[in-house]
């Protein structure tokens, strides 16, 4: 083999072995997505099942995706040409201070991972019977979650990509700066039930969740939000962090690429398919670990009612359940939260129609944060 081949091999093995910049080459290859692509829009387009009379028909009907909406992968857009950064991915759809937003994801930076169990009622003899859980991310101080822009709109989108992908990319904003408030350590991936827009109740139901009543979206979203969801709720929360997860990492990226693949396409359960079946199904999904333990319906509930989920969680090297508030880690969000909401806004502490249990929780979780060392009124 001449000298020439061989710089010619070394060189490709080179240009093989190195990380390739974040940046596409060129625009012309960069992928135009429509508002159903970015779940800007979507309709609910699944048909009432068989042998399920009791089930409700909503099929074409426009959803409401004000609030929920899946995340999406923004790589190879002009969204991704424009905001992308050796290291990171870029992804749509965070939903953070109750609107969406183009983040940063650190391809490396997860830190540890908590199932997060959200009580609430009916409440029998004392007790919970239901219950949403969720995953919470938290990263690393050196690799946190970058918000980069806003989401466009509709109008915005379809402004967009009437123009050449150059004149497109021109018109986006540029990245925020460094502030503060748009790096955030701690996020939750969170499998919720959507209703349509015409929907006469806009809630959740248990009974109807049994009944075809909504979608299933698995949502990406700041831990700040549920922050806001206890505060107005008074439900109240734990959290069990994973013990022994060996690729954190991947365990995101398989939340994201589930929440992308189901979109508004997969119905709502509250048996067989919901908060919680998604939730174990990311963990194993990224950990690569099935349930083994021969107790079929033991296993079978712990997976799909949250309020029994605990042994399940065990199961998965979770350690000791913790009070959400008690949670060191979480305390700049919590007083940014409470401070935003309860003193610049003079909002009341318990909302109205708050049963006594659940606005003893919000009281006692406020006088916990006055007397942390850091907080200022």
Not at 16 to 21: G, I, L, Q, V
Not at 121 to 127: A, D, E, R, T
Not at 174 to 200: C, G, H, M, N
Not at 306 to 322: F, N
């Amino acid at each position: 083999m001449n000298r020439s081949v061989l710089i010619i091999a070394a060189l490709s093995l080179l240009y093989s072995c190195t990380t390739p910049s974040r940046k596409l080459a060129s625009v012309d290859s960069l992928k135009t997505l429509t508002a159903k692509d970015l779940f800007l829009e979507g309709n609910f387009d699944l048909h009432k099942r068989k042998n399920r009379p009791f089930d409700e028909d909503h099929f074409g009907k426009e959803l409401d995706l004000s609030q929920r909406r899946p995340s999406v992968n923004l790589n190879h857009s002009i969204f991704g040409q424009k905001y992308a950064k050796d290291g990171f991915q870029v992804i749509g759809n965070f939903y953070h201070l109750k609107q969406f937003w183009i983040v940063r994801v650190p391809s490396v930076g997860v830190k540890n991972i908590y199932m997060h169990i959200s009580y609430f009622p009916p409440i029998v003899l004392g007790k919970y019977i239901a219950a949403h859980t969720l995953l919470r991310f938290r990263f690393d101080e050196s690799t946190p979650i970058e918000i980069v822009a806003p989401m466009p709109d509709q109008k915005e989108l379809a402004r967009l990509n009437s123009m050449h992908a150059e004149d497109a990319l021109s018109e986006l904003p540029e990245p925020f700066s460094d502030d503060p408030k748009y790096i955030l350590r701690d996020v939750a991936l969170s499998a919720e039930a959507q209703w349509t827009k015409d929907d006469p109740k806009a809630a959740y139901d248990l009974v109807r969740g049994e009944n075809a009543a909504y979608v299933q979206i698995t949502r990406f979203e700041s831990v700040q939000t549920r922050m806001w969801d206890f505060f107005s709720s008074g439900n109240p929360q734990v959290q069990i962090e994973f013990g022994k997860i060996s690729d954190p990492d991947k365990v995101l990226n398989e939340g994201f690429k589930l929440s992308e693949r189901e979109g508004l396409h997969t119905f709502y359960d509250t048996l067989l398919h919901n908060c919680t079946t998604t939730a174990f199904k990311i963990i194993e999904l990224g950990t690569g670990k099935k349930d083994k333990r021969f107790l079929p319906i033991f296993k079978f509930l712990q997976t799909r009612v949250p309020t029994l989920s605990r042994s399940k969680i065990k199961y998965y090297d979770g350690l000791p359940a913790t009070d959400m508030v008690d949670d060191e880690t979480l305390r700049k969000d919590w007083l940014e939260v409470y401070q935003r909401e309860f003193e610049q806004n003079k909002k009341p502490i318990c909302a109205d129609g708050m049963i006594k249990r659940h606005c003893d929780n919000v009281n006692k979780a406020v006088e916990k944060m006055k007397s942390w060392k850091n907080y200022s009124p």
